[in-house]
T-cell receptor
Framework: AQSVTQPDIHITVSEGASLELRCNYS??????LFWYVQSPGQGLQLLLK??????LVQGIKGFEAEFKRSQSSFNLRKPSVHWSDAAEYFC???????????FGAGTRLAVHP | DVKVTQSSRYLVKRTGEKVFLECVQD?????MFWYRQDPGLGLRLIYF???????EKGDIPEGYSVSREKKERFSLILESASTNQTSMYLC???????????FGSGTRLTVV
């Protein structure tokens, strides 16, 4: 069965520091992979997605993610974090037809000034 | 911009009540989804619909039903609310082949 693991429940970084959020997936075929962000009191917003092709994907708000098939990973990165990036981040994998998604448990990011 | 509107931001209901959560999208999307979000568990799919009157169970359908009489509206029904259904409920829509969900802002339901 497909699954997504986000090993870090909570991460704290200083403003201006680099960021990497980890995501591992389990999926038999070539996966469709996604990162979403949820700001406090808001719905989820799509940051970026990977379907095929270049394994380094650029997204909105300065985020990028790299697909590594050998490690079954799709880690999210940002070179310099801003205080407004404090939010919860969810990794997801496409699961079968009708665009169903399976989400990880999420990583809550706190940013110190 | 695509909008997905959930009718209530906060709801408090009593155990045993029948509860309706409404979701409306304005972009003619074929697919609509209901997820519940719980701390430490992420989002779990309850039900989804790929067309009017068509529905499929997700991973945790027990205690829920859905209705899609019109393409733009997808309702989640708790037939007899229980305290373990206290949660944040998120609706999403997507066009077939899109994989670019648009989420509503969520309904935080408390069952007392």
């Amino acid at each position: 069965a497909q699954s997504v693991t986000q090993p870090d429940i909570h991460i704290t970084v200083s403003e201006g520091a680099s960021l990497e959020l980890r995501c591992n997936y389990s999926y038999g075929a070539t996966p469709y992979l996604f990162w979403y962000v949820q700001s406090p009191g808001q719905g989820l917003q799509l940051l970026l997605k990977y379907f095929s092709g270049d394994t380094l994907v650029q997204g909105i708000k300065g985020f990028e993610a790299e697909f590594k098939r050998s490690q079954s990973s799709f880690n999210l990165r940002k070179p310099s974090v801003h205080w407004s990036d404090a939010a919860e981040y969810f990794c997801a994998v496409g699961s079968g037809g009708y665009n169903k998604l399976i989400f990880g448990a999420g990583t809550r990011l706190a940013v110190h000034p | 911009d695509v909008k997905v509107t959930q009718s209530s931001r906060y709801l408090v209901k009593r155990t045993g009540e029948k509860v309706f959560l409404e979701c409306v999208q304005d972009m003619d999307h074929e697919n609509m989804f209901w997820y519940r979000q719980d701390p430490g568990l992420g989002l779990r799919l309850i039900y989804f619909s790929y067309d009017v009157k068509m529905k499929e169970k997700g991973d945790i359908p027990e205690g829920y039903s859905v209705s899609r009489e019109k393409k733009e509206r997808f309702s989640l029904i708790l037939e007899s609310a229980s305290t373990n259904q206290t949660s944040m409920y998120l609706c999403a829509s997507d066009w077939e082949g899109g994989y670019g969900y648009t989420f509503g802002s969520g309904t935080r339901l408390t069952v007392v």
